[in-house]
């Protein structure tokens, strides 16, 4: 359910989607690692900020990954 989050501006059919579905993308990441404080340690802002920081990270080297594979399509 998380993971459909950024598909909603596709979804609408918004003429820019790229900026929302990666604004709701940070919001998803923060939000589920927002939740992981409940059984770790960390505070809620600092899981939060770990898991939006790793997450936009892999989904940067995706992007980049796809990016250069689709030159060779």
């Known amino acids: 359910m998380c993971g459909s989050a950024p ?3 596709y979804a ?5 989607p790229t900026l929302p579905a990666t604004i709701m993308t940070g ?3 923060f939000a589920i ?3 992981r404080s409940y059984w770790s340690p ?3 802002w600092r899981a939060g900020l770990e898991t939006l920081a790793i997450g936009m990270l ?3 080297v995706a992007y980049l990954v796809g990016a250069l594979l ?4």
Do not use: H
Not at 12 to 16: D, G, K, Q, T, V
Not at 70 to 73: A, D, F, T, Y
């Open 58 to 60: 892999a989904a940067f």
């Open 7 to 9: 598909l909603l501006p």
């Open 12 to 16: 609408l059919r918004l003429a820019e």
């Open 42 to 44: 960390t505070p809620w």
């Open 33 to 35: 690692g927002s939740l």
């Open 27 to 29: 919001i998803t990441f």
């Open 70 to 73: 689709k030159g060779l399509v």
